[in-house]
């Protein structure tokens, strides 16, 4: 059973582009959830996708947006990238309301330079 | 908001002891789900116990178990009998009980504890 997969695994873009990151959630898993994590500090949260909807966001600019399709994956688009978005991305999907903690994927590296 | 406050950044222990890494967090809920996670250099989170607060009985997952204090807000992670693999940075984590609509399911870190095992 294949876990959170994210791709890609690293990536480097010059100030002012855009990216995008991907993610597969866990077999079976509908939510899919997308965090920060600066150098030092614990993952902080971006924002949440369930039936394809974002159902919650947290302290970020509209600079980030995202995506949930049918099949529950989902993309994290970053526009006009600053250096300080210099990151790792996580991915985590979860089955709804199931109390059973998320499940991370291994992250993309962003460096932007 | 929730918070969580992890107030060791570094904590070392020696093969085969015990260590226990402290957790604090501040919410006005009464339901809520904390967890304790793990991440080794490979970063990828992996989950090591749960906790859901309206149960009294503290969470024990092998060497892991919790302390579980919810009227002081605390919740720390006792490893027994540590292991060189045991060696990652830990974060605490917080997440309200959520409702039916599919929302409200994030999860708040603290930022975290390097633990280092020592041979």
């Known amino acids: 059973d294949a876990g959170v997969t994210q791709s890609p695994t690293h990536l480097i873009k010059t100030r002012g582009q855009q990216v995008t990151l991907r993610c597969s959630p866990k077999?079976?898993?509908?939510?899919v959830s997308w965090y920060q994590q600066a150098l030092g500090q614990g993952p902080q949260f971006i924002f949440q996708y369930y039936e394809e909807e974002e159902r919650q966001r947290g302290n970020f600019p509209d600079r980030f947006s995202g995506h949930q399709f049918p099949n529950y994956s989902s993309e994290l688009n970053v526009n006009a990238l600053l250096l300080g978005d210099s990151a790792l991305y996580l991915c985590a999907s979860s089955i709804g309301v199931r109390p059973h903690g998320a499940f991370f994927g291994q992250g993309t590296r962003l460096t932007v330079v | 908001a929730q918070t969580v406050t992890q107030s060791q950044p570094e904590m070392s222990v020696q093969e085969a002891e015990t260590v226990t890494l402290s957790c604090t967090y501040d919410?006005?809920?009464?339901?809520?789900?904390l967890f304790w996670y793990k991440q080794p250099p490979s970063r990828q989170m992996i989950l090591v116990i749960r906790q859901e607060a309206y149960k009294q009985q503290n969470a024990t997952e092998n060497r892991f178990s919790v302390n579980f204090q919810k009227a002081a807000k605390s919740f720390s992670l006792k490893i027994s009998d540590s292991q060189l693999g045991d060696a990652a940075m830990y974060f605490c984590?917080?997440?309200?009980?959520?409702?039916?609509?599919?929302?409200?399911?994030?999860?708040?870190f603290g930022k975290g504890t390097l633990l280092t095992v020592n041979p």
């Open positions: 919410t006005s809920e009464s339901d809520y789900y």
């Open positions: 984590a917080y997440r309200s009980y959520g409702n039916s609509g599919g929302s409200n399911y994030k999860l708040t």
């Open positions: 077999s079976g898993h509908d939510t």
